[in-house]
């Protein structure tokens, strides 16, 4: 599995490291995802706003994933504050979250999750 560096705008690189920053994971697998997220964000590539890839995860796209376990389609990824995964509001510091942010559309993304490593695809994404 080719290995990329994340996109990202640098608003919501910011807006993921005061996050980050000022939030505390008491579960260790989220902790586990933050600190690599933030390890991701130090090498991200930096791209305007204007000039975003409209195939890219970020905060506030649509997105349809897959893994072993089943497919998602429609979620949107949010601020941890606006996170209602019934609603299908999925927060960017989830670990599913942490995963996807700043790849791209059939990207396949490998993360940790409670179950152990897993391998996401992400299918679509709509921004």
Not at 35 to 40: N, P, S
Not at 92 to 118: C, K, R
Request: glycine fraction near 6%; aromatic fraction near 4%.
């Amino acid at each position: 599995m080719e290995v990329k560096s994340l996109i990202i705008t640098e608003k919501d690189k910011k807006q993921l490291i005061e996050l980050i920053k000022s939030s505390e994971a008491v579960d260790p697998i989220a902790a586990k995802c933050r600190k690599k997220l933030l390890e991701e964000l130090k090498e991200a590539t930096i791209v305007s706003a204007e000039n975003f890839p409209s195939n890219v995860v970020k905060i506030g796209s649509s997105i349809t994933l897959s893994t072993r376990f089943g497919r998602k389609a429609g979620l949107e990824l949010v601020i941890p504050s606006q996170a209602d995964i019934q609603k299908g509001k999925l927060s960017a510091l989830s670990p599913m979250g942490t995963a996807i942010i700043g790849y791209e559309e059939g990207s396949e993304v490998n993360w940790h999750f409670p179950q152990g490593d897993e391998i996401i695809h992400i299918e679509s994404v709509v921004n």
